[in-house]
Nanobody, 127 residues
Framework: QGQLVESGGGLVQAGGSLRLSCSAS????????MGWFRQAPGKEREFVAA????????DHADSVKGRFTISRDNAKNTVYLQMNSLKPEDTAVYYC????????????????????WGRGTQVTVSS
């Protein structure tokens, strides 16, 4: 089966930026709704952002709206999460998720709706 591989995490100071990437091997992501989730120590995995198959529709958690932007390049089989104005509370492991979908304009925001997950990339924001 194809894998999802996240990259781009690291250590950054508050106010800084990072861009996460999620690439898929042996899976054509244009057929999938894609999402980003994050999990901080001792907390539940939470929704961050989601994007429809064509990229025309997106959704972002209230906590990241105006700071984070999800996008996709189906030709490169890659989904991105641009993170600006990072805060210490953004510190978490960030996971990419995929789920096959029939509708070009839909996306999922619940982790229970995704069947395919990457292993995550650590983002640490220092104050």
């Amino acid at each position: 089966q194809g894998q999802l591989v996240e990259s781009g995490g690291g250590l950054v100071q508050a106010g800084g930026s990072l861009r996460l990437s999620c690439s898929a091997s042996r899976r054509t992501i244009s057929n999938y709704y894609m999402g980003w989730f994050r999990q901080a120590p001792g907390k539940e995995r939470e929704f961050v952002a989601a994007i429809s198959r064509t990229g025309g529709n997106t959704d972002h958690a209230d906590s990241v709206k105006g700071r984070f932007t999800i996008s996709r390049d189906n030709a490169k089989n890659t989904v991105y999460l641009q993170m600006n104005s990072l805060k210490p509370e953004d510190t978490a492991v960030y996971y990419c998720a995929a789920q096959a979908g029939d509708h070009y304009s839909d996306y999922y925001t619940s982790r229970d709706e995704y069947n395919y997950w990457g292993r995550g990339t650590q983002v640490t924001v220092s104050s």
